[in-house]
């Protein structure tokens, strides 16, 4: 009699267990890990580049600097997702590589599951602000200071970094996937867009800054009546960097999630 009673409790639990296993959850939320291959084109030239600064020294830096028409690196992204397995979702994401960008995603899931995993597709449409960047040399103290406007910097050097920033937007494409209660791994596909993009700054920056110092950061905004810093691109004067921040963006990775039930 135990035996039958045993039996009938283990066949109860395993259709509970089989009707259980296709259950999809309600909503998710995850954080995420993922590198692909990043391709930034840009119009190949010379930037060439001349400063004095405002001290009495009158410190400067002269420099020119090659662009590529193109540059290969590896990007690494994280983020947060979170949303209906079968409805709105969305996405909030850093991406670095030789850009850094920051977007954020809408979309609608569509899930289906399979036992203990699920598997989803999301098309979404994302926006965010893409920052670039040359570095064009070191601007060396050669007397007491570094003088930027009213600023002074008593360092060895600044750095010296020519950067823009862009709106960028376009579709997106997110492949996830759970395996089990809390670990999952995704894909992500992107058709970045560059819809604006502002004027360069010039930005100096102190790698070590000493006691009294109150910024380790200037910035001098370029445009076309800039003559100090005076800086040309292919002998024309520059005021945008010349990247074209439109492309495809791929990634894969890992995923850690939260899931909820109704």
């Known amino acids: 009699m135990m035996k039958k009673h045993l039996i009938s409790a283990l066949l109860l639990f ?11 959850p309600w909503k998710y939320r ?18 060439n580049f001349n400063f004095i600064d405002n001290s009495p020294s009158m410190d400067n830096l002269s420099s020119s600097t090659l662009v590529e028409d193109s540059y290969n690196s590896v990007g690494v992204q994280f983020g947060f997702m979170w949303g209906k397995y079968k409805g709105l979702s969305y996405d909030v994401n850093f991406d670095i590589s030789k850009t850094i960008l920051f977007d954020f995603s809408l979309g609608y899931t569509f899930s289906m599951a399979k036992g203990y995993n699920s598997f989803s597709l999301r098309p979404a449409i994302m926006v965010g602000g893409a920052n670039y960047h040359f570095d064009l040399g070191d601007l060396v103290n050669n007397a007491g ?19 823009s920033q862009a709106t960028v937007w376009g579709p997106q494409l997110d492949l996830f996937a759970n395996f089990g209660e809390h ?7 992107n058709l970045d867009i560059a819809s604006s993009t502002n004027n360069s700054d010039i930005n100096f ?36 960097l010349p990247y074209n921040s439109s492309g495809l963006r791929l990634s ?6 939260w899931n909820k039930f109704r």
């Open 145 to 163: 200071y570094i003088q930027i406007g009213e600023r002074e910097y008593y360092g060895e050097y600044l750095e010296t970094k020519l950067s």
């Open 205 to 240: 920056i102190n790698p070590s800054p000493g006691d009294g110092e109150s910024s380790n950061f200037a910035s001098i905004s370029i445009d076309e009546n800039t003559t100090n810093p005076d800086i040309e691109f292919n002998g024309e004067k520059l005021i945008n």
């Open 14 to 24: 395993t259709c509970l267990q089989l009707i259980g296993q296709d259950e999809l």
């Open 252 to 257: 894969v990775g890992v995923v850690y999630f």
């Open 30 to 47: 995850g954080l995420y890990l993922g590198a692909g291959p990043r391709v930034l084109t840009a119009e190949a030239g010379t930037i």
């Open 183 to 189: 670990f999952g791994a995704f894909a992500k596909f």
